[in-house]
């Protein structure tokens, strides 16, 4: 017994069913007395339904009238009621204590052979004394069927008890149904059906033991219409309850996986039954209901560690752009993060009117290498590279047309003064090698600028393309982290 009140204590679907058994086994035992305080003396026979004796007589009458009296004596509440009967018709007066007993009189007449009907003018006096009466006996009597009920009550209650620490003991052997399945969620689920099939199969024998089969069915039929309805309440939370199985079954990513769902981006801490929960590339937990990620698109760049980025640089027009694709490839495929295998790529997207617009693709392995650094890094590396070999990356140049009036009489004007064309003088000649060369020192003067910064101790960071150590090691911490939600995520071996 004190193994079975520990069950209760410890399983809340016990402890939600064990009311239900007690209440349905003294419905029961109530039921019993009220049929045996209650019961009708049984007829001598009925003829048939719809047909009316055609040559009554007074001595039948008298019969009739005789029989209900001496069924009326016998029972309590009735005694006083007069009985007369003409032509098969029976007239019911005298008094009764309640409405309930006028019509059990009712009831009881209908029933003898050869009745016609009840003509009910039985006075309801609706006495205190005889109603309180009454019901004191019908209470006394439903309580002596319950006193004689209880041991087999007791009993049902051990069968109840029993069947249900089974079932509870055998859904908890866990490597049994890992076994089973080796789906985590798919495990617990059957774990889960188990503990309350032998619940219902537990409460069913039980009731059965106390004769309450009617109740066992009115139950059923009341679970099956509130289960309805609950359904249609919680539509979402079983949408995405379904989801959580799916996921769980098809596994579509992994525990550290970098994905991005439905333009969400992050790394898989785990996937509960209830949301998909990820560490955003910024340090912040994100948890996802399984059904938007269930009906969402999923990209996931750990499935294949192998990943291209791509970048655009425009050199002059008048480069040949073959040799410059050819000096860019030379520099990505010098940084050691850049893959051999695929290789580097470098095409033509564009030709403007003052540049040509080279495209370069490099791969890289996102296991070992970030892949925002490793862009960053190769875009300055290859831009170096060509500006290091004499090839220039032009800014937009625009080109003005003027009428030839117009552009002769701009080249005389100058602070109000006609004068001659400038193109004409000789040291005019020279003022656009001496801009270029301007330019040139400009550019010369930030190369070494940049080479004296980059040389520094501090500057290791910036040409260092590993992935944030400190992101993962936040990843690992909530992955360690003990959940009361069951991860579904099924373990997997490293990836090479």
């Known amino acids: 017994m004190a193994a079975y009140f520990h069950l209760l204590h410890t399983h809340s679907a016990l402890r939600f ?16 007395a009220g049929d045996d305080a209650t019961a009708p003396v049984e007829p001598r026979g009925e003829s ?23 069924i009326f004596s ?12 003409a032509q098969g018709i029976v007239t019911l007066a005298g008094e009764t204590a309640n409405e309930r007993k006028a019509q059990q009189a009712v009831g009881l007449a209908n ?9 009910d003018t039985i006075d309801r006096t609706l006495d205190v004394q005889d109603n309180v009466a009454t019901a004191y006996q019908g209470l006394r009597a439903r309580g002596q069927s319950l006193l004689r009920a209880l041991p087999l009550i007791v009993v049902g209650f051990l069968i109840f008890g029993a069947v249900a620490w089974f079932g509870a003991w055998l859904s908890n052997r866990k490597h049994l149904w890992q076994r089973v399945t080796p789906n985590p969620f798919v495990a617990e689920l059957v774990a889960q059906t188990v503990k309350v099939v032998f619940m219902v199969l537990g ?31 919680v ?57 938007d990620v269930f009906k969402g698109i999923i990209l996931n ?83 170096h590279a060509l500006e290091h070999h004499g090839f220039t990356l032009p800014e937009p140049i625009y080109r003005l047309s003027f009428r030839p009036e117009l552009e002769e009489s701009l080249a005389r004007l100058q602070n109000g003064k006609l004068i001659e064309p ?21 550019k010369q003067q930030a190369r070494a600028r940049a080479r004296r910064i980059l040389e520094g101790e501090q500057s290791d960071g910036v040409f260092d393309a590993r992935p944030d150590e400190k992101l993962m090691k936040k990843v690992e911490e909530e992955i360690a982290q003990t959940s009361s939600e069951t991860d579904l995520l099924s373990k997997r071996q490293d990836r090479e």
């Open 17 to 32: 069913l064990a009311p239900i058994l007690l209440l349905g086994m003294l419905l029961s035992a109530f039921a019993y």
């Open 48 to 70: 048939p339904a719809g047909q009316i004796e055609t040559t009554p007589s007074p001595q039948k009458d008298a019969e009739i009238a005789q029989r209900i009296g001496d």
């Open 74 to 85: 016998e029972i309590d509440g009735l005694s006083a009621v007069d009985v007369s009967v």
């Open 111 to 119: 029933r003898l052979t050869d009745v016609v009907m009840v003509n």
């Open 203 to 233: 409460l069913i024998m039980a009731l059965s033991l106390v004769g309450a089969e009617t109740i066992i069915g009115t139950l059923l039929g009341g679970a099956g219409v509130i289960g309805i309805a609950i359904g249609f309440a």
């Open 235 to 291: 539509k979402d939370t079983i949408e995405n309850y379904i989801a959580s199985l799916m996921l769980s079954i098809r596994q579509p990513f992994q525990a550290r996986d970098h994905v991005v769902i439905n333009d969400r981006e992050g790394i898989v801490v785990r996937l509960t039954s209830r949301a998909t929960i990820l560490m955003t590339l910024e340090g912040n937990q994100l948890r996802i209901p399984n059904a």
């Open 301 to 383: 760049y750990t499935q294949n560690p192998e990943r291209r980025f791509d970048f655009e640089l425009g050199v002059d027009a008048n480069d040949d752009p073959l040799a410059a694709i050819k000096v860019g490839l030379d520099a990505l495929n010098g940084l050691p993060f850049v893959l051999g295998e695929p290789k580097s790529v470098g095409v033509i997207t564009n030709v403007g009117d003052s540049n040509i617009v080279l495209e370069f693709q490099g791969w890289v392995n996102q296991s070992t290498t970030d892949f925002g650094k490793a862009r960053s890094i190769a875009i300055r590396e290859t831009k």
């Open 422 to 442: 400038a193109l004409t003088r000789p040291e005019a000649a020279s003022s656009e090698p001496a801009l270029d060369t301007a330019a040139d020192k400009e």
